[in-house]
């Protein structure tokens, strides 16, 4: 049997105080005003770092941490607040809050670690088993706390942090300690298994965390928290397909990888297969019937929202727990700046010649282009007022619905309206693809730009030539460093009105992006769209520069993200228009 090795902080006498004593340590906790949880967050963590390095008897230690568990999840989901549409790269200040977010949840993890190493060391086992099971569980939900938190901020994850996950659940099966029915740590659950909760923790690693959208992290585990049990671990290596199945080495310090096609594996007791083929079928089945009209609330699927949020957050785990596909090109390193604009109004701005949005009835009015404010982004004073380094970390002073940095310049010296000036942000090559780019960029940015949005790319050997492409990921490795990966829809753009044919007499148009048909891949053309504007079969009036109104129709959506969809559409014949 494998020995229980993990990571542990030294014992030393702490400067801060603790109760030891459960009694006083329940009554001092009940007297902390959680509603103040960045003071309440930081006492809380100076009790946890000073128990964590003291000496205590495994039961009390343990009864020690159970009193902290409800404590620690109310600051921290009111601390994770501040990040529901946090800029990236954080500032930092919100940088250094997530990294406490993250050691808080350490810490946790610390106290339970060191009921496992106390109870390791006594010989007499007898009628520990208990205590030893929920201990596992415990420090297992806290170290995936840590995961889940750092993929909620596009962070790296800590190094060795998924060996001490599988090193736990190869424990607890060697232990025979697995399979065994415990209160979970979880809020809004009651019972659970470790294995259940080391499945969920894989299916998330596995779920394409940095390519989500902001704040989807959390959907995903509350998803798994209902349905994860669908999945299942195996000894057996052996699989009819590899779809839906992956392999995970209990030694790695990192997660699962698709299973490997036209490979013989041996078993030799430190690799195990994750099926996940019934809980693809499970949001199969979701899917088809959130597509027929079902709510997502009668399904019970665990996440709340829109239906058709939750069909796409639904989507995306079919995509990324199915048949995973190759990358069909490698990628080429290449440097080069390129500028970037966020936002189909910011795209559109720049691909009109920096004309501002007009009606077509007033287009004349607008023909010149007005050049008088646009600066390179990366000469400009930065807009994001940054905290002082040497600040109290936690002392916040900014509200948790403080928009962040937006796409619009200040203009009240320039005499013209914040709605029709955007920025451009400049940044690296890192690497290119046929069908993509990888982007990088130092210090803060001016553009609000998440994982979905639709960017413009202007590469410095194509001037004046704007490329429409979405964030398929996004990485902060470091304060003030940021990376992104975009894939390209279309290799130039056409700036185009659209408004709904019928209607108002005076028609709504609003700025859309036509993406040339490609003859090579048999793509037709498309309209880039606002998300949930137009509906598909809506006839729209198409008004582009230098050619005849038109009327066309929404045929079919083929690309879609969180704020956008491109659609096929066709011309409307003439007797149609007239009607």
């Given at each position: 049997m494998t020995g229980l090795n993990l990571s542990l902080p030294a014992k030393k006498v702490s400067a801060w105080m603790a109760e030891t004593d459960p009694r006083y340590a329940r009554a001092w906790l009940a007297s902390l005003p959680l509603a103040d949880s960045a003071e309440s967050a930081r006492e809380i963590y100076q009790a946890l770092y000073t128990l964590n390095r003291q000496d205590l008897d495994a039961a009390?230690?343990?009864?020690?941490?159970?009193?902290?568990?409800?404590?620690?999840?109310?600051?921290?989901?009111?601390?994770?607040?501040?990040?529901?549409?946090?800029?990236?790269?954080?500032?930092?200040?919100?940088?250094?809050?997530?990294?406490?977010?993250?050691?808080?949840?350490?810490?946790?993890?610390?106290?339970?670690?060191?009921?496992?190493?106390?109870?390791?060391?006594?010989?007499?086992?007898?009628?520990?088993?208990?205590?030893?099971?929920?201990?596992?569980?415990?420090?297992?939900?806290?170290?995936?706390?840590?995961?889940?938190?750092?993929?909620?901020?596009?962070?790296?994850?800590?190094?060795?942090?998924?060996?001490?996950?599988?090193?736990?659940?190869?424990?607890?099966?060697?232990?025979?300690?697995?399979?065994?029915?415990?209160?979970?740590?979880?809020?809004?659950?009651?019972?659970?298994?470790?294995?259940?909760?080391?499945?969920?923790?894989?299916?998330?690693?596995?779920?394409?965390?940095?390519?989500?959208?902001?704040?989807?992290?959390?959907?995903?585990?509350?998803?798994?928290?209902?349905?994860?049990?669908?999945?299942?671990?195996?000894?057996?290596?052996?699989?009819?397909?590899?779809?839906?199945?992956?392999?995970?080495?209990?030694?790695?310090?990192?997660?699962?990888?698709?299973?490997?096609?036209?490979?013989?594996?041996?078993?030799?007791?430190?690799?195990?297969?994750?099926?996940?083929?019934?809980?693809?079928?499970?949001?199969?089945?979701?899917?088809?019937?959130?597509?027929?009209?079902?709510?997502?609330?009668?399904?019970?699927?665990?996440?709340?929202?829109?239906?058709?949020?939750?069909?796409?957050?639904?989507?995306?785990?079919?995509?990324?727990?199915?048949?995973?596909?190759?990358?069909?090109?490698?990628?080429?390193?290449?440097?080069?700046?390129?500028?970037?604009?966020?936002?189909?109004?910011?795209?559109?701005?720049?691909?009109?010649?920096?004309?501002?949005?007009?009606?077509?009835?007033?287009?004349?009015?607008?023909d010149a282009a007005d050049d008088r404010f646009i600066l390179p982004a990366h000469i400009e004073q930065d807009i994001v007022h940054e905290a002082n380094p040497d600040e109290d970390f936690i002392a916040l002073d900014e509200p948790v619905d403080k928009q962040p940095a937006s796409s619009a310049m200040d203009t009240k010296d320039i005499g013209v309206t914040s709605s029709s000036v955007f920025r451009v942000d400049r940044w690296q090559v890192k690497d290119t693809a046929p069908k993509g780019l990888q982007l990088v960029r130092q210090g803060g940015s001016h553009t609000y730009v998440r994982v979905g949005d639709v960017v413009g790319i202007q590469q410095m050997d194509e001037i004046g030539r704007w490329k429409a492409g979405v964030v398929r990921w996004m990485k902060s490795p470091e304060a003030g460093s940021l990376e992104m990966g975009v894939e390209l829809l279309a290799s130039g753009v056409k700036p185009v009105a659209v408004a709904l044919a019928r209607g108002a007499k005076t028609p709504d148009y609003q700025p859309a992006l036509l993406l040339p048909a490609i003859e090579a891949l048999k793509r037709p053309a498309t309209l880039m769209l606002p998300r949930g504007v137009f509906a598909t079969g809506s006839n729209l009036l198409l008004a582009d520069a230098g050619a005849s109104l038109r009327t066309v129709r929404l045929l079919q959506r083929v690309e879609h993200s969180n704020v956008f969809e491109s659609m096929v559409f066709a011309d409307v014949l003439s007797e149609i228009q007239q009607s």
């Open positions: 009390r230690r343990f009864e020690l941490m159970e009193l902290y568990k409800d404590p620690v999840t109310k600051v921290t989901s009111a601390l994770e607040a501040y990040f529901a549409r946090a800029a990236l790269p954080l500032t930092a200040k919100k940088r250094q809050l997530a990294e406490f977010i993250r050691q808080l949840h350490m810490e946790m993890a610390y106290g339970y670690k060191g009921c496992l190493q106390d109870l390791e060391r006594q010989r007499l086992r007898w009628g520990k088993k208990p205590l030893r099971a929920n201990a596992l569980e415990r420090a297992m939900h806290y170290l995936g706390e840590v995961l889940l938190h750092s993929y909620q901020v596009y962070m790296p994850y800590p190094p060795e942090l998924w060996r001490e996950i599988h090193a736990i659940y190869r424990y607890a099966v060697e232990h025979r300690l697995a399979a065994e029915i415990v209160e979970t740590a979880a809020p809004g659950a009651a019972k659970t298994t470790l294995t259940h909760d080391y499945i969920r923790i894989l299916l998330l690693g596995l779920c394409n965390p940095y390519q989500l959208p902001q704040n989807e992290c959390r959907h995903v585990q509350s998803f798994l928290l209902h349905w994860g049990a669908k999945a299942a671990l195996r000894d057996n290596l052996e699989v009819p397909h590899p779809a839906g199945h992956f392999l995970i080495d209990l030694t790695a310090d990192s997660p699962p990888v698709s299973f490997p096609r036209d490979v013989q594996l041996q078993q030799d007791g430190r690799l195990l297969l994750l099926d996940a083929v019934e809980l693809l079928r499970t949001i199969q089945f979701f899917i088809q019937r959130l597509q027929k009209g079902d709510s997502a609330r009668t399904l019970s699927l665990g996440v709340d929202g829109l239906d058709s949020v939750c069909l796409d957050i639904l989507q995306r785990m079919l995509r990324s727990w199915g048949l995973v596909p190759r990358r069909q090109h490698s990628r080429i390193p290449r440097g080069g700046p390129a500028f970037v604009c966020a936002g189909i109004p910011a795209l559109h701005f720049f691909a009109s010649g920096q004309k501002p949005f007009a009606p077509p009835a007033r287009a004349s009015h607008q």
